[in-house]
Structure formats: structure tokens, C-alpha cells
């Protein structure tokens, strides 16, 4: 059969990715909504379930009509919804928030990557599910005072504009350091936002994890989780800000698995690529070079984080291959 429309290299490595994202996704929240004990909070979870089993359903479609193998992903058997409860109630909403902005930067991706008219009506229809469950989210944990908003400030009363390149001088031995932007404030308290609530997603993960190297390696994603938020909350300090931001939620005593060591090491790869993007882009809007430098500094860390998490994954056959382009070198040895 000859496709009158293929899907072009961009197209079906974002769906690709996209695939893999949405299957661990469901399996989330398939043991959220098992343990969930808040109506509110399963009504949101269900409702985010069967949203997207319909766009899942509409990629293998795709992938089918294409002649392309379906990704494997994420399974039943990556999740086990019989283990006991390992977060507390609050828990499930607040990560769910933070699944939803990674979802919302892959979908700009993939949506910019996108030429094909069927390709964009999937990233149309995921895009405005996952800022209606933004924002229910955010306004029940807001409702339920789990989730903590950002620092207040007086505001504006004129506009001024940068006189000098003092302005962007925050390695100072004498002297004060200018005060913090709005925008830079808004990054730190985002940062200290993602790192709490990704401290005690991870501790769940290393109570329960059955691989040593995967206890080990989450243990040091404590350890680094904890560095971050040490280094924003200095930053706050130094400025005479209020501290804002919290996890929101709690970990059992559990130590029953309830997801598999491959779905929890992808997990937090995701949230990995996640952490470097955003500390790309807070150091290239903090204007203050001690800011930007430091946050630079911390994605480092990331950076090697998840290469070493990487590595665990490809030791133990966890990190499915990506469809790749022809190898025309075996192609043409093949035809001597």
C-alpha cells in the first residue's frame, strides 16, 4: 500500500515520544484513582484517564494505517494497584500538575514539529485537555491549601529602563546586590515548587525500588533534589523574601512497589529533561549573573544525574529505541 500522506521523520519521533509519556501517564493514574480517597480528586483523575485512552487510541491508528510497529511503552505490568498507598492524600493532584507542564512543553514541541493535518488535531486536542486539567488542578489544591503561591510585591508605578551593566553584577565583594526581579523570583519559586514535590516523588521511588543501582541512584536524586532546593532558598534569604513553596504532601512508610523499577526510572528521566529546559530558561532570563550562574551550575548536576540514569536504564534493557533512520552503509554492503 502507497500512503498518500506519510508521516515525516519529526512527526513520528514525536509521537513517538509523546506514545511513551501518555502510557506512563495512565498507569499513574490508574493507582492514583485506585487509593484516591477525595471524590474531588478521582473526579479529575478519571476524567484525565479517559481523555486521554481516546488520543492513545488514535496514535496506534496512526501508527497502524502508517505500517509502523506500536511503541511498547508502559503496561499493566508496570503497575501493580493492589500495593498499598505510598503518598498521601494531596499528593496525586500536585504531581499530576507537574506531568501537566512537562505535557504542555512536549505538545509545543511536537505541534512545531508537526506537517501532517492528523498529527496536529491529536496535539490540538491533548494541548486544551491538559490546560483544562491545569487548571482544575491548580484551583483544587489552591481550594484544598496544599498548593502555595508565589512571594507578593508592591507593584510598578512607572516604568524605568536598564541605565548600566551594573544592572546584571551579582558577584560583589563590596556593596549591595541589586534586588530581585519579579521574573527571577518567579523562576526560584517555580524551581523550589518542582524540586519539593520531585524530593518526594523520588522518595517513594527509593523506598520501593527492588534494584540496588536504581535504590542507589534514587537516593542520590534525593540528595540532589535537596541541593536545589538549598540553593533557591539561599537565594530568597539573601534577598530578604519570604519563603513560599512546599511539597504539598507527604510519603507513607510503604515499601511495596507500586510501579515497576523501568516505569520509575523513565519517570524521572522525563522529569530530568524537564529540569534541564527549565533551568536553561531560568538562566537565560535572570539578569543577575550570580542567578544565572548558579542556575547553570545546578543543571549540570541534572545533566549528569541523568546520564547516570540513563546508563541503569540501557544496563537493564529498560530504554526502548527510538525509531531511527535507514543505515545506508548496512544497505549498501548488503547489495555487494
Known sequence: MVL??????????????????????????????????????????????????????????????????????????DVDLEAPKLYDNGFDIMFLRILKEVSMGLYTLGMNMTYNKKVMVIYEGLTSVTQKIYKLSTSYLLEKGILSLPPKVSMSKRTEFIKSKKYMEGFKLIGDKRTLTTLEVGIIHHNLEVNNIGMQLITGFAQCAQNKDVKQYFTKGINLAKKQIKAMEELLLEGDIQLSATSGATVTTSTVPPFSDKLMMHCIYILNGFGLIGSGTGGFFSLRNDLAMKTLLLAKDVYFFAQEGIEIKIKNGWFEEPPQMENRSQIIQRGK
Open 4 to 77: 498518500t500522506n506519510p508521516l515525516n521523520v519529526s512527526e513520528i519521533g514525536s509521537l513517538w515520544q509523546t506514545y511513551q509519556e501518555k502510557t506512563l501517564i495512565m498507569r499513574f493514574l490508574e493507582y492514583f484513582i485506585e487509593k484516591a480517597d477525595d471524590p474531588q480528586a478521582r473526579n479529575i483523575l478519571g476524567g484525565l484517564w479517559q481523555e486521554l485512552d481516546y488520543y492513545l487510541k488514535e496514535m496506534e491508528n496512526l501508527f497502524s494505517e502508517q505500517g509502523m510497529a506500536i511503541p511498547v511503552g508502559f503496561t499493566s505490568n
